[in-house]
Each structure stands twice: as structure tokens, then as C-alpha cells.
């Protein structure tokens, strides 16, 4: 179904605001709503998808209208506090409208972090009393038209509903590009910290960081017992890497990403407070959720430095070029004191990217391992 047919059965509905956090499955979606509105007062890419829950609710507040948000059904569990506890209806009754990227649909071959996930996603929108519809490539605008004539009454007795989109299920002609003026890849910012950081533990976060950092090692054919590919919990890289941190004595360096950064921000002031000599949190930041599409975070609006030396991290960089990188890995290494680089990157990896080659378990058990010859 073309997004152009569904969003105008929505706006029949009363829908006229769109908020989320970007997701692949999605990206007809999300490209779409780039295209039509870009970002401001009709759609508001969010941190994390709570906050956009929030948000959504705070707009029919102020206008009485119909809010959509969007999201992968891995962030399902940060939405569930503000839809069960603020938006129920035995609440403050808030409708919504959400559209959920189906990733690990019983039945379709995907990642691990997506599988179980995938399976309980049904369960959880019953659970919290949304009524959920199935949007395939299959759906008729017959079958959209009945779905929606039983969601009105919801809507109307302050209750949500959900889609859940298979791939494939929208499409959408236009491409979105988003592009910076940055000039470092990703793939060689992790590559210059592979070189710089010896034996030391690497912590990466999901997505396409943990990817490079798994084939650069191949590449090199070093052992993979030095790092932690954190695969799905987006956003919790770096308070993995905290807990790490305050019980070895190596140096732990957490490679986490711009998107993941703001969706859990708390964890740096967390960070900060506890202020392990061991820890350096490099925020790899293109301004982009790339993994997920391309679309733009806020990153580069805001000034991640000065929220780092806020939050009491003592020493903090920031890196626009590989020797400033350089300097800055040297001096993380030699100063014993928590560490915040801001590596800026272009838009961008290679095509034949692939994906890592050992199951998360075993994963688990080599770095276990490594960490068991520490103590």
C-alpha cells in the first residue's frame, strides 16, 4: 500500500501529527513524512520512543486531535510506561495511533536481538489494551476502512490502537538523503581506536558500529574476546560499559553513537557521577540514525562536549579529524581519568558490510572469558 493511501484514511480519522523514532521497516514511512513536513510543528523525530509517547500525549493536550507515533517494536518497552500508566484509559484516557515496525515476525528469518522480541510483540499491544491490525503487502484499503471503523470508537473512549507493519507493506516513491559535511567514516574512527586502545575491552553499540568493529578485527585477524557487540537495548552502551568498567581494572572504551547517546542520556549523568578512572565514552555522531534509514537526530544541534562536562566527566574531546582523533585516543590512554571523545563522521558505510559471524552467546562467553583473566 502506498504511505500516501494510508496516511490520508488516518487523517479522515483526525490525524495531523506524526512523532517517532525511525525504523527501517518504516522507512517509506519516515521518508514520506521527511519529504511532506521535513521537522517541526507536524512531526518530531523524538529520542527515544517513550518520549515520543510523551510527546504525542502533550499534543492532544494542547489540540484534542489524534496523535500518530511511530516506532520498531524493539522500542515497544520504552513506550510502555507513558501508554499504560498516562495514556490508558483508566488514566487520563489520551488516544493514539501507532505504527509499529514488525522486525522478527514468527516465521521470517531475522537477527537474533529481533527474534523473541518479534514473538511477544502481539502480546505486549494486547496486554496494555491496544487494539493492534496486521498491515501486510496483502491489505486491501477494504480491510484498512473496516480496521479504522472499529479504532474510531477506541479513539473516541480515549483508547489506542496500533498498526503492525510487515515489510514490504508501504511504499513510497521518493528517497530521502540526509548528509553532513563531516569527513571521517565510522567504520575508520572504530578502525583508529582499534590501534590505539592495545588489549584494552571494547563495548560497541548496536547497529552498524558493531559490525565494523567485528570485521575489523577479522580483518586484522585479532581475537574478538576483547569486545562486547551490544545487540539490541539501544541506548544502554554505555552504562554496559559502566558496569564493566567499575569492576575491572582495564580500561574499557565504550563506542556508542549519536541516536543511542540521546535515547537514554541519563546514563551519562550516571556515568559522570560515578566517574570511573577506567571508562572513555567515545559518541561516534553523524547526526544521523543510520542503521535504521538515514533520518537526522539532533545531534548535530546540540553541543555533546559540554553535556559531558556537565554530567562531570573530566576530561572531554572532540575530534573532526583523524589526527585530533589520534590525540585524543593517545591522551585518553595515558590519563587516568573518565574520558568523553566526540568523533565527528560522515554519513556512510561500505555496501558489502556484513553482519557478525558468532551468535551473541558465544560472544558472550569469549569476552567472559577474557574478563575472567583480569581479576
Avoid at 324 to 351: P, Y
Wanted: glycine share 10%; proline share 4%.
Amino acid at each position: 500500500m502506498k504511505v500516501e493511501q494510508f496516511t490520508e484514511h488516518l487523517r479522515s480519522e483526525g490525524v495531523g501529527f506524526y512523532t517517532g523514532v525511525p525504523d527501517s521497516q518504516l522507512k517509506p514511512l519516515c521518508n514520506y513524512l521527511m519529504d511532506t513536513y521535513k521537522i517541526g510543528r507536524e512531526h518530531i523525530i523524538a529520542a527515544n520512543e517513550g518520549n515520543c509517547t510523551a510527546i504525542a500525549a502533550g499534543y492532544h493536550l494542547a489540540t484534542g486531535k489524534i496523535p500518530l507515533v511511530y516506532m520498531q517494536n524493539s522500542g515497544i518497552g520504552n513506550m510502555i510506561n507513558p501508554a499504560a500508566s498516562l495514556l490508558n484509559d483508566r488514566v487520563y484516557g489520551i488516544p493514539c495511533v501507532f505504527v509499529v515496525g514488525w522486525r522478527g515476525e514468527p516465521g521470517v528469518p531475522d537477527e537474533p536481538q529481533h527474534i523473541f522480541q518479534g514473538q511477544v510483540t502481539q502480546t505486549l499491544l494486547e496486554d496494555m489494551d491496544i487494539l493492534s491490525f496486521i498491515l501486510s503487502p496483502e491489505t486491501t484499503e477494504e480491510e484498512l476502512t473496516a480496521f479504522l471503523a472499529r479504532g474510531k470508537e477506541r479513539l473516541a473512549a480515549g483508547k489506542s490502537i496500533a498498526f503492525l507493519v510487515k515489510k514490504g507493506a508501504l511504499s513510497y516513491e521518493k528517497a530521502f538523503v540526509y548528509q553532513n559535511e563531516n569527513r571521517m567514516m565510522r567504520e575508520e574512527i572504530i578502525r583508529h581506536i582499534v590501534n590505539g586502545s592495545g588489549d584494552d575491552i571494547l563495548v560497541s553499540t548496536t547497529g552498524k558500529a558493531s559490525r565494523e568493529l567485528f570485521e575489523i578485527r577479522e580483518g586484522n585477524r585479532q581475537s574478538h574476546q576483547y569486545d562486547f557487540l551490544t545487540v539490541g537495548s539501544m541506548g544502554h552502551c554505555s552504562s554496559i560499559a559502566l558496569g564493566i568498567a567499575m569492576n575491572v581494572q582495564k580500561t574499557v572504551w565504550c563506542l556508542d553513537g549519536d541516536g543511542a547517546a540521546l535515547m537514554h542520556m541519563g546514563g551519562m549523568a550516571v556515568i559522570g557521577a560515578n566517574r570511573p578512572e577506567n571508562l572513555v565514552h567515545v559518541v561516534i555522531n553523524n547526526g544521523a540514525h543510520e542503521t535504521v534509514g538515514g533520518m537526522p537526530t539532533v545531534a548535530q544541534r546540540i553541543d555533546l562536549c559540554r553535556i559531558a562536562a556537565g554530567c562531570g566527566y573530566p576530561q572531554v574531546f572532540h575530534a573532526d579529524d583523524f589526527q585530533e582523533l589520534d590525540a585524543a585516543v593517545l591522551a585518553a590512554r595515558q590519563a587516568k581519568a573518565l574520558t568523553f571523545i566526540e568523533a565527528s563522521a560522515a554519513i556512510g558505510a561500505r555496501e558489502e558490510l556484513g553482519r557478525p559471524t558468532i551468535a551473541p552467546q558465544e560472544n558472550k562467553r569469549h569476552f567472559m572469558q577474557y574478563l575472567s583473566t583480569l581479576h
